[in-house]
């Protein structure tokens, strides 16, 4: 028989097991005996493919072609160097790429999904591959279904099949056996599957298959949860890289036919033109911007943002508005009942967290019996029609659950009630559990021979369901809202309680019973304080020219008054509310997200319209989201942003980014890697093009001027694959500059080169090929061998390359300010890079290979001073921007005044 066809009681028989789930030892056994809960071990990382891959380039395909040419010509040593520098080329990317790739799968696993499972008779959350048969899993609206789950408990369970049945309509399941034979997945409504959804409502499985034995894994329908794709910033400079190339090859080809035609040696000219070539394409670029993203995205984990797709990381750099909920990300989510109202009377509550110690006061005073009688009806609702818990760890008292409800059933300690006894008093028959939609949750009691209904949510909803009040016998509803007001406007979250006798023989619960007739009990209002580091973010945020949008399920007044605290919006916050925004147009709610900093009583539905107009205004949104109904939002935003916490599967599932510690301060922090990185990346680009340019450059001028070239390609070679090719990758280690939260935000429509770059770029490349030239022209004018002259050139590169590093390290800021033990890798790259020299000209067979001479004192220190223009050169154009730019920010500031 299929597991669907079992009732309850013979599937926990078959699979040895109980309502109350596994022992340890017993997951130990079944996890030998069925294996983890994966379709299959991730393949491992191809070596091969990705060595094979660094051959994958149009430079690596001009070397191999010179290097069977120079074979064909008997030029050996040419050969030898030419394999040598391929094989030290594809080696240096493979390491890279290798180590970039590694840190890509180890942050795969920081988002591994979770299941929640009964082991030892606790229930404690672990991750889903560790799931064996037996096990009795829980699962509740929002979450993945972590196996395949014969069900024995559903309260309101519906699950969304689309990954199995194509359907997207959600299913209701039952609990009950079903006899029929050859049932499709869609049909075993008794069953939850592997990878599907719960849309709604929770329930209880046992887990009767999992891995390649579960429906999802007979069907090879893997779904991976991180996406590793190319970044947009990528893809440009991949095709930017590969336009130059096919450029270069065609112009090398010119340069080549024109030897050839005035008559000069072909194997000469064939070697200028690979010179040329290998000049000027910007080869280890890719890589070099592939290291960097990989940098970012690890160091941006170390900060609790983890990254799941790369062009996240390019979008942060462009963000101008974040939209935040408010519980746990900008708040501590550490919720405390601070005051209560039963419909006559406000009490305090001293203490703070979720110790329970503590007192209710009435007016600075202890309470008299009659008072305290009163308000054990509003704290039992509170502990009750609750699904979270207390616990003690280390000392300190954590909750398990809910926060919010983790802070009534404090209060309800305080006031004397023992959780044990109540539940014992009052045990729980039925649940209606919270959704956000409907704004309340509900519980059915038996209490001695009487049956009640709990009911805990926001004010609104628990009035409209109220006709009488526990204390004064009728409900004076204007003296509830006016109380529920004057807590808001406290910065308090409001909870409203209630209660209704029903018919002893009451099994079930519906939400059709607690329409009506609801006993109005009384307030609890909590605060949930504002984190410190969410104020400076938001502080910083304003500053870096990015706005903070607060979303709330709040009233209006808390939102307002948190927000104040906060310091979004300002003096004088506007909000709207959910009802605002349902009576407001397109074209009104579009005119009004420019101006309006809080919204409060908003639902996800509500989320997405903002966000939605907000990107119609040419925003870059970034928007947070913890819940299944936050999906859509999290989808539409250029960035989306899941919490790690709280989070569902599902919000995770649509989002670019989750914040392992939910914190506001987090995602200021993740914008700041953004920006790094987009810097870094610009950067490299700067270095590489303008030191192949001023090779380029210098070339030409030569053949131009009808001199022999300044470098030959084995030379060039050494340049760019060897010397340069460690300080490209180092640049992408840089740290941020100190201004770098002071910027607007850039403009996603920029392009990697900026008009600054390519303005910097002719003025760098030109004087590198200057300072070349004078070093090589002087010393052939001087009568001195051709090797000597073009061992100068090489070498005076080769400085050049190491200012340039320097030079790149910031647009505007002074090589002078900044220190290069900020960014160690750049000096030990310089280091060897200068030692790597050294040895070509010094050591006899690499001298031999490169055709190089030992230098002078005379002819170091005259290249020392040459190569040093290139610092003074740049020194002078950042101090001319600088001064510019200061003189722009003088006239802005003063513009008002003149006015």
């Given at each position: 028989?299929?597991?669907?066809?079992?009732?309850v009681?013979?599937?926990?028989q078959?699979?040895?097991?109980?309502?109350?789930?596994?022992?340890?030892a017993?997951?130990k056994?079944?996890?030998?005996?069925?294996?983890a809960?994966?379709?299959?071990?991730?393949?491992k990382?191809?070596?091969?493919?990705?060595?094979?891959?660094?051959?994958?380039?149009?430079l690596?395909y001009?070397?191999?072609?010179?290097?069977?040419?120079?074979?064909?010509l008997?030029?050996?040593?040419?050969?030898?160097?030419?394999?040598?520098?391929?094989?030290?080329n594809?080696?240096?990317?493979?390491?890279?790429?290798?180590?970039?790739?590694?840190?890509?799968?180890?942050?795969?696993?920081?988002?591994?999904?979770?299941?929640?499972?009964?082991?030892?008779?606790?229930?404690?959350?672990?991750?889903?591959?560790?799931?064996?048969?037996g096990?009795?899993v829980?699962?509740?609206?929002?979450?993945?279904?972590?196996?395949d789950?014969?069900?024995?408990k559903?309260?309101?369970?519906?699950?969304?099949?689309?990954?199995?049945?194509?359907?997207?309509?959600?299913?209701?399941?039952?609990t009950?056996?079903?006899?029929e034979?050859?049932?499709t997945p869609?049909?075993?409504?008794?069953?939850?599957?592997?990878?599907?959804?719960?849309?709604?409502?929770?329930?209880r499985?046992?887990?009767?298959e999992t891995?390649?034995?579960?429906?999802?894994g007979q069907?090879?329908?893997?779904?991976?949860?991180?996406?590793?794709?190319?970044?947009p910033?990528?893809?440009?400079?991949?095709?930017?890289a590969?336009?130059?190339?096919?450029?270069?090859?065609?112009?090398?080809?010119?340069?080549?036919?024109a030897?050839?035609?005035?008559?000069?040696?072909?194997?000469?000219?064939?070697?200028?033109?690979?010179?040329?070539?290998?000049?000027?394409?910007?080869?280890?670029?890719?890589?070099?911007?592939?290291?960097?993203?990989?940098?970012?995205?690890?160091?941006?984990?170390?900060?609790?943002?983890?990254?799941?797709?790369l062009?996240?990381?390019?979008?942060?750099g462009?963000?101008?508005v974040?939209?935040?909920?408010?519980?746990?990300?900008?708040?501590?989510?550490?919720m405390?009942v601070?005051?209560m109202?039963d419909?006559?009377h406000?009490?305090?509550i001293?203490?703070?967290?979720?110790?329970?110690?503590?007192?209710?006061?009435h007016?600075?005073?202890?309470?008299?019996?009659?008072?305290?009688?009163?308000l054990?009806?509003v704290?039992?609702?509170?502990l009750?029609?609750?699904?979270?818990?207390?616990?003690?760890?280390?000392?300190?008292?954590?909750?398990?659950?809910d926060?919010?409800e983790?802070?009534?059933?404090?209060?309800?300690?305080k006031a004397?009630?023992?959780?044990?006894?109540?539940?014992?008093?009052?045990?729980?028959?039925?649940?209606?559990?919270?959704?956000s939609e409907?704004?309340?949750?509900?519980?059915?009691?038996?209490?001695?021979?009487?049956?009640?209904?709990?009911?805990?949510?926001?004010?609104?909803?628990?009035?409209?369901?109220?006709t009488?009040?526990?204390?004064e016998?009728?409900?004076?509803?204007?003296?509830?809202?006016?109380?529920?007001?004057?807590?808001?406007?406290?910065?308090?979250?409001?909870?409203?309680?209630?209660?209704?006798?029903?018919?002893p023989?009451?099994?079930?619960l519906?939400?059709?019973?607690?329409e009506?007739?609801?006993i109005?009990?009384g307030?609890?209002?909590?605060?949930?304080?504002?984190?410190?580091?969410?104020i400076?973010a938001?502080?910083?945020?304003?500053?870096?020219?990015?706005?903070?949008?607060?979303?709330?399920?709040?009233?209006?007044?808390?939102?307002?008054?948190?927000?104040?605290?906060?310091?979004?919006?300002?003096?004088?916050?506007?909000?709207l509310?959910?009802?605002n925004?349902?009576a407001m147009?397109?074209?009104?709610?579009?005119r009004?997200?420019?101006?309006?900093?809080v919204?409060?009583?908003?639902?996800?539905?509500?989320?997405?319209?903002?966000?939605?107009?907000?990107?119609?205004?040419?925003?870059?949104?970034?928007?947070?989201?913890?819940?299944?109904?936050?999906?859509?939002?999290?989808?539409?935003?250029?960035?989306?942003?899941?919490?790690?916490?709280?989070?569902?599967?599902?919000?995770?599932?649509?989002s670019?980014?989750?914040?392992?510690?939910?914190?506001?301060?987090?995602?200021?922090?993740?914008v700041?890697?953004?920006?790094?990185?987009?810097?870094?990346?610009?950067?490299?680009?700067?270095?590489?093009?303008?030191?192949?340019f001023?090779?380029?450059?210098?070339?030409?001028?030569?053949?131009?001027?009808?001199?022999?070239?300044?470098?030959?390609?084995?030379?060039?070679?050494?340049?760019?694959?060897?010397?340069?090719?460690?300080?490209?990758?180092?640049?992408a280690?840089?740290?941020?500059?100190?201004?770098?939260?002071?910027?607007?935000p850039?403009?996603?429509?920029?392009?990697?080169l900026?008009?600054?770059?390519?303005?910097r770029?002719?003025?760098?490349?030109?004087?590198?090929?200057?300072?070349?030239?004078?070093?090589f022209i002087t010393?052939?004018?001087?009568?001195?061998?051709?090797?000597?002259?073009?061992?100068?050139?090489l070498?005076?590169?080769?400085?050049?390359?190491f200012y340039q590093?320097?030079?790149?390290?910031?647009?505007?800021?002074s090589?002078f300010?900044?220190?290069?033990?900020?960014?160690?890798?750049?000096?030990?790259?310089?280091?060897?890079?200068f030692?790597?020299?050294?040895?070509?000209l010094?050591?006899p067979?690499?001298?031999?290979?490169?055709?190089?001479?030992?230098?002078?004192?005379?002819?170091?220190?005259?290249?020392?001073?040459?190569?040093?223009?290139?610092v003074i050169?740049?020194?002078?154009?950042?101090?001319?921007?600088r001064?510019?730019?200061?003189?722009?920010?003088?006239?802005?500031?003063?513009?008002?005044?003149?006015?």
């Open positions: 028989m299929s597991w669907f066809q079992l009732d009681k013979e599937t926990f078959k699979l040895k097991t109980s309502e109350e789930g596994l022992t340890d017993e997951v056994e079944r996890l030998a005996q069925y294996g809960n994966i379709f299959a071990r991730e393949e990382i191809s070596k091969l493919i990705i060595l094979l891959s660094q051959f994958k380039s149009p690596i001009i070397l191999l072609i010179a290097g069977l040419v120079t074979l064909f008997h030029e050996y040593i040419d050969t030898s160097v030419i394999v040598a520098v391929v094989i030290l594809a080696i240096i990317g493979y390491v890279q790429e290798f180590k970039a790739e590694e840190s890509m799968r180890a942050l795969k696993k920081m988002v591994l999904p979770k299941a929640r499972v009964l082991r030892n008779r606790k229930e404690k959350e672990i991750d889903s591959e560790e799931l064996v048969p096990d009795v829980l699962i509740a609206s929002g979450g993945k279904v972590p196996a789950l014969r069900l024995f559903t309260i309101e369970l519906k699950i969304e099949e689309a990954p199995l049945t194509g359907e997207s309509i959600a299913v209701e399941k039952i009950s056996p079903i006899k034979d050859n049932l869609g049909d075993q409504k008794n069953t939850a599957f592997m990878g599907t959804t719960v849309v709604s409502g929770r329930g499985g046992i887990v009767v891995g390649t034995k579960t429906v999802l069907i090879a329908e893997e779904v991976r949860e991180v996406e590793v794709a190319k970044t910033v990528q893809d440009k400079l991949e095709k930017f590969k336009l130059i190339g096919i450029l270069v090859v065609g112009f090398s080809a010119a340069v080549f036919g030897g050839i035609w005035r008559g000069e040696n072909m194997s000469e000219m064939f070697m200028i033109a690979v010179a040329t070539a290998v000049a000027a394409i910007p080869e280890g670029l890719p890589v070099a911007v592939t290291v960097a993203m990989a940098i970012g995205v690890t160091r941006m984990a170390r900060r609790n943002a983890i990254i799941r797709k062009a996240a990381v390019e979008t942060l462009s963000t101008t974040i939209c935040s909920d408010k519980t746990g990300t900008l708040t501590k989510n550490e405390t601070r005051l109202y419909g006559e406000t009490y305090e001293t203490g703070s967290g979720y110790e329970p110690k503590g007192e209710i006061l007016e600075k005073l202890p309470l008299e019996a009659r008072e305290r009688k009163n054990e009806h704290l039992r609702i509170g009750l029609c609750n699904e979270s818990d207390i616990y003690e760890e280390n000392g300190l008292h954590k909750v398990e659950g926060p919010t983790g802070s009534l059933i404090v209060a309800a300690v004397g009630l023992d959780p044990v006894e109540e539940r014992r008093n009052y045990p729980e028959l039925a649940i209606l559990p919270f959704e409907r704004g309340y949750m509900a519980t059915l009691h038996k209490h001695e021979d009487k049956k009640f209904i709990f009911v805990k949510g926001s004010p609104e909803h628990v009035l409209d369901m109220c009488d009040c526990l204390i016998g009728e409900l004076k509803s204007k003296q509830i809202v006016n109380a529920s007001t004057f807590f808001a406007q406290e910065g308090l979250r409001v909870l409203a309680m209630g209660f209704k006798e029903v018919p023989d009451k099994e079930e519906t939400h059709q019973d607690i009506e007739g609801i109005y009990a307030l609890q209002g909590m605060i949930d304080p504002p984190r410190l580091e969410a400076a938001i502080e910083g945020c304003r500053k870096a020219g990015i706005r903070t949008v607060m979303i709330t399920g709040d009233h209006a007044v808390t939102a307002v008054a948190i927000a104040k605290r906060l310091g979004i919006g300002g003096d004088e916050s506007k909000v509310t959910g009802k925004l349902e147009s397109e074209e009104d709610l579009f009004a997200v420019k101006g309006v900093s919204y409060a009583r908003v639902s996800p539905q509500h989320k997405l319209m903002i966000t939605q107009q907000l990107m119609k205004q040419g925003e870059v949104a970034a928007v947070t989201g913890d819940g299944v109904n936050d999906a859509p939002a999290l989808k539409a935003a250029h960035i989306g942003i899941a919490m790690g916490g709280t989070g569902t599967d599902v919000a995770k599932e649509a670019d980014m989750v914040l392992a510690d939910d914190n506001f301060a987090t995602i200021f922090s993740a700041e890697g953004g920006r790094v990185v987009y810097d870094n990346v610009k950067k490299v680009t700067l270095f590489l093009v303008s030191c192949g001023g090779e380029l450059i210098a070339i030409l001028s030569t053949i131009a001027m009808g001199l022999p070239i300044p470098y030959i390609a084995v030379q060039i070679l050494w340049l760019n694959l060897v010397t340069n090719g460690l300080q490209d990758v180092a640049l280690f840089e740290p941020g500059e100190k201004a770098i939260l002071q910027r607007p850039r403009s996603p429509k920029e392009g990697i900026s008009s600054l770059m390519i303005q770029t002719l003025l760098m490349g030109s004087v590198l090929a200057a300072g070349t030239l004078f070093v010393r052939l004018e001087a009568g001195m061998p051709l090797e000597k002259a073009r061992t100068a050139a070498t005076t590169m080769v400085f050049f390359q590093a320097l030079n790149c390290r910031s647009e505007t800021q090589i300010k900044m220190s290069l033990t900020k960014n160690p890798f750049l000096l030990f790259s310089m280091l060897a890079a030692f790597a020299q050294l040895a070509v010094y050591v067979a690499l001298s031999w290979i490169f055709r190089t001479e030992p230098i002078t004192v005379m002819g170091w220190v005259e290249i020392l001073l040459v190569t040093l223009t290139i050169v740049i020194e002078l154009d950042k101090w001319i921007r001064k510019k730019r200061a003189a722009v920010a003088r006239e802005l500031e003063l513009a008002p005044v003149a006015h």
